[in-house]
Nanobody
Framework: QVQLVESGGGLVQPGGSLRLSCAASGSIASIYVMGWYRQAPGKQRELVAG???????NYADSVKGRFTISRDNGKNTVYLQMNSLKPEDTAVYYC?????????WGQGTQVTVSS
């Protein structure tokens, strides 16, 4: 079973940028849609960005124009470039399958946007 490990989070000021990485223990080339999810304190986990194995992307309205998802099937890695970060982006970020349905969740990576 493929395991996913997220990294790249941290503390950043409003307006700043971060790049998250998700390393898979096995091939993701056959996974139709990979995605980045986030969960803020007291809120449900939400899907913020998805990418098909053909490179088609989709974003939640709250991050559209600021976040960019990409995947490198050769490196079994998914990325999330986050620009113009806002305090409301503060959350634990996870990567996982979207299609097929998500597998077990990893530890995630904490992103905190604060001055």
């Amino acid at each position: 079973q493929v395991q996913l490990v997220e990294s790249g989070g941290g503390l950043v000021q409003p307006g700043g940028s971060l790049r998250l990485s998700c390393a898979a223990s096995g091939s993701i080339a056959s996974i139709y849609v990979m995605g980045w999810y986030r969960q803020a304190p007291g809120k449900q986990r939400e899907l913020v960005a998805g990418i098909t194995n053909g490179g088609t992307t989709n974003y939640a309205d709250s991050v559209k124009g600021r976040f960019t998802i990409s995947r490198d099937n050769g490196k079994n890695t998914v990325y999330l470039q986050m620009n113009s970060l806002k305090p409301e982006d503060t959350a634990v970020y996870y990567c996982n399958f979207v299609v097929p349905t998500p597998r077990s969740w990893g530890q995630g990576t904490q992103v905190t946007v604060s001055s």
